[in-house]
């Protein structure tokens, strides 16, 4: 991926993330924050304070692209039938480069399936534990966008 691509794809998640942080709908879309869905699936409320690196835990789906003081970029990667490792997020946005069926597994809930759609763009909030597996057809490639700092 050259830097012109890189940068415009960080600016849509810079987009979506002013966009989406104040919505408060209830209908699960692909382009609503996960925190508007955590009625369904509890998955932005932390029981514990352990940071779990998603990059050192599954280093086969996960690679980062760029990562300085502010931010850190990762290409996310999960061939149809695989799974990644128990993992949490920080705060972040998502776009989806090549969508297909997940079905995530949260530490201390029931597992929820999703359709993730090409091209969408979506915010989080730091997210507790749990791991994803694709059990669709296609392989899903994510680009995640991770917040460190805004200063």
Known sequence: ???TKLIFLISICYIATSCNQNKKSKDINPNTSIDTIKDKV?????????????VKVSPNNYKV???????????YTLRPGEKD???NHP???EYVVSG????????????VDYNEVTG?????????????ENIGNTTVKILLHEIKSVK
């Open 1 to 3: 991926m050259n830097m």
């Open 42 to 54: 509890s998955l932005t409320t932390d029981s514990s304070n352990v940071e779990i690196d998603v």
């Open 65 to 75: 692209l760029l990562e300085n003081e502010y931010v850190r970029i990762v290409e």
């Open 85 to 87: 490792n128990l993992h």
């Open 91 to 93: 705060a972040k946005t």
């Open 100 to 111: 297909g069926n997940i079905r995530v597994y949260p530490e201390n809930g029931q597992p």
């Open 120 to 132: 969408t763009v979506f915010w989080a909030d730091k997210t507790t534990k749990h791991y994803v």
